[in-house]
């Protein structure tokens, strides 16, 4: 392997470890954890969903929801929303990594919401070197996603629909020469399609809204880093999730929440090897024993995602990752949220609970999140986020108070 495809695959594990951290213990079926280009696309950049096992598809809007699912916020009560969230990322590795995320969602017309978002996520410096350990050159790898416009619209009073366009940028080299190859950044643009159904029922003596939604995210073109290398796929996803609120009564409610996800993209198949274990070439390209060839269109790969895993129904079961939780709120001031996140061993093996809590206080609300990792080894263990979100009727209140 080359030293760009090195340099490229330690920083795609060290900024994705979520999705390629596997023990090396012995399962009953074997590893084939699905790897793309930008994974931190797949982190949840805010502190609400973070204290709920990171699910976000159904939940209340606000104004991280350009994330997790633009059409929500065509039900928002606010006429706008801001937040600010902070995330340092795989600190029990490396102490310079973070992730920051910018969220502002406005009322354009009745039923239309606009929203904007940036991402940024910093893979703090690497040094480069070649083969013999001479540096090459220091680097400040990042990335950042920029949603251009997302929009939510009401179609009806239960059910809205909505799209983001997202620009993505990632820098991973700083264009240096490596083995004779210039790299360059990736770049991409992407779209997410999604939806939102929300009810006021009855259930048994409580109030209850009763939510369920869905939202293709990533929808977009391959990436690669130099003009030989060979383009990746982006993460792109498919998440649907529901939830019920409760109105136990004037002062408390109570959620409780589901979140599925799976990735649209290729599994990677069994390759046929000789008596060396070396896979066996024809005409340039391996062959396959089991699964489908991953080089395939955009469209097809979407397609393809459902039906292509070497170990078949039970492998392609395997890919989905779920997650549930519960956030409760007394007297809209204050907020306690809890929650369990899994994905199969042999997918990526990330499993933890989550705890939270949101505090509102005159103008802005604070939000923090703490995960705590059930396997000990895993890189994400102890991992904090911070969310504030300000409340522009409250700031206009003030100002005519005043």
Do not use: C
């Not at 929801?65 to 600010?84: D, G, H, P, Q, R």
Request: hydrophobic share 40%; charged share 20%; net charge negative.
């Amino acid at each position: 392997m080359n030293l760009f495809k090195k340099i490229t695959l330690f920083v795609f594990a060290l900024s994705s470890s979520f999705t390629s951290f596997a023990q090396t213990v012995e399962y009953s079926s074997f590893l084939n954890t699905i790897t793309t280009a930008v994974p931190f696309l797949l982190i949840g950049p805010d502190s609400r969903s973070g204290g709920m096992g990171d699910i976000g598809v159904a939940t209340s809007p606000d104004a991280s929801s350009s994330y997790w699912n633009v059409s929500k916020t065509a039900f928002m009560e606010k006429e706008k929303a801001l937040s600010i969230s902070y995330t340092p990322w795989l600190r029990s590795l490396v102490p310079d990594i973070n992730l920051a995320h910018l969220a502002y969602t406005w009322k354009f017309k009745e039923r239309i919401y606009f929203s904007h978002a940036l991402r940024y996520f910093s893979l703090g410096k690497i040094n480069f070197t070649d083969d013999t350990g001479n540096a090459i050159q220091e680097v400040n790898p990042n990335e950042l996603a920029l949603d251009l416009i997302g929009v939510g619209y009401r179609m009806s009073e239960h059910f809205s629909g909505g799209f983001n366009f997202r620009y993505i940028y990632s820098n991973l080299t700083a264009g240096a020469q490596l083995n004779g190859v210039e790299s360059k950044a990736g770049q991409a643009v992407a779209a997410d399609l999604n939806g939102m159904y929300l009810n006021k029922v009855k259930l048994g003596k409580y109030e209850t809204d009763i939510s369920f939604g869905f939202n293709i995210q990533n929808i977009g073109n391959k990436v690669s880093y130099s003009e030989s290398s060979e383009k990746n796929f982006i993460p792109m996803n498919l998440k649907l999730g529901g939830g019920i609120n409760l109105k136990l009564d004037e002062y408390n409610k109570m959620g409780f929440y589901l979140d599925v996800n799976k990735l649209l993209v290729p599994t990677p198949p069994v390759y046929k090897s000789d008596g060396s274990n070396n896979p066996i070439e024809v005409n340039g390209e391996y062959v396959i024993e089991k699964g489908m060839n991953p080089n395939v269109s955009i469209a097809q790969a979407i397609f393809q995602s459902f039906y292509d895993a070497p170990g078949g129904a039970k492998e392609e079961f395997n890919e989905i990752n779920w997650a549930i939780g519960m956030e409760y709120w007394y007297d809209k001031q204050f907020a306690i949220r809890a929650g369990y996140f899994y994905e199969n061993p042999n997918k990526g093996n990330r499993q933890h609970f989550t705890l939270g809590a949101g505090l509102k206080y005159n103008v802005f609300n604070l939000d923090f999140s703490y995960l705590i990792p059930l396997i000990q080894t895993n890189p994400l263990g102890n991992t904090l986020r911070f969310t504030m979100s300000f409340d522009f009727a409250a700031i206009t209140n003030t100002e005519e108070v005043n």
